[in-house]
C-alpha cells in the first residue's frame, strides 16, 4: 500500500483525468449487446462497508441523471446490488424508476465488513444467463479476496457478453491492479475517480448507462446534443482513435 511507488502523487486531478480518457475509450471499443427492442439492464453494485458511506450518498443523488440519459434511447431497467457487515449481500428486483433507486438507496447505512466481490460477479452471471445483463458496474476502494478466483469469475461474464466497468475510488495500488484484470477479463474498462468529484462520477455512470441503452449509435447521438465526455466517446467512434 505504499503510495510511494505511484510516483503519481500526481495532482489528483491530471491522474484521473487521463483515467477517465482511457475509460471512456475503451467504452466506445466494447461491442455492444442489446438486442432491439428491449430496455437496457445495468446491474448497478456498490461497496457499502463503512469506508464508502461519503460515495453511497453521492451516487444516490446521481441516479436520476442516469435514467434520464437514456430515456430517447429506449430506457433503462437497473437492478441495485451491495454489501456491507457481516457476509450481506442484497439485491434488489429490476426497476424502471429513479425514484424507486433512489427510494431503496437512501434506506441502506454502511456497515463495516470485508468485501464479497465474488458474490457480486457470481450473482451478475446468474441473471445474465436467465436474461441479458448488458453490463455491471461496479463502485468500490479495495479488493480483499483472491485475485485468480476474481478472475475466474470475470472471465466468464465476458464468455456470455456482459462486461465488468469499475469505478475506483482512491486509487490503492494493489487494488487498483486486481480491478483492472477484472474488467479487463470480462471485456470492460477500469476507471479511477475522486470521491471529492461528483462530476466525475456523474459523467462515467452516464456513459456506460447510454452504452448499455443504445450501443455506440446511441452514445454519438448524446454527445451531439450534451457535449462533455459522452462527446469525445462519440468522436472516438466516429474514427478518432
Known sequence: MSGTE???????????RADIDAFLQKVAAT??????????????AIDATASR???????????????????DI????????FYRGFGEMKVTN????????????????????????????RHALKETNTQKVDALVFVGDVVEEDIDELGHFAGQ??????????????????SRRAFEQI????????????????????????????????GRRALEDLGKRKGGRVLQIAD???GGK
Do not use: N
Open 31 to 44: 461491442p455492444p449487446t442489446k438486442p432491439a427492442g428491449r430496455r437496457g439492464r445495468l446491474l448497478f
Open 74 to 81: 429506449g430506457g433503462l431497467e437497473v437492478q441495485l446490488a
Open 236 to 238: 472516438q467512434m466516429r
Open 183 to 214: 474488467a479487463k477479463l470480462s471485456g470492460g474498462a477500469y476507471c479511477g475517480f475522486d470521491a471529492g468529484s461528483a462530476q466525475q462520477l456523474r459523467e462515467l455512470l452516464a456513459a456506460v448507462a447510454v452504452f448499455s441503452a443504445g
Open 94 to 121: 429490476w426497476l424502471e424508476s429513479p425514484d424507486e433507486l433512489v427510494r431503496r438507496m437512501i434506506k441502506v447505512r454502511c456497515l463495516a465488513g470485508r468485501t464479497q466481490i465474488r458474490k457480486l460477479l
Open 6 to 16: 505511484r510516483d503519481p502523487k500526481l495532482p489528483a486531478d491530471a491522474s484521473s
Open 157 to 174: 461474464l465476458g464468455l456470455v457478453g456482459t462486461p465488468v466497468f469499475i469505478f475506483h475510488e482512491g486509487g490503492e495500488p494493489v
Open 53 to 71: 458511506e461519503p460515495t453511497w450518498d453521492m451516487a444516490c443523488q446521481l441516479q436520476s441523471e442516469m435514467f434520464a440519459s437514456t430515456d
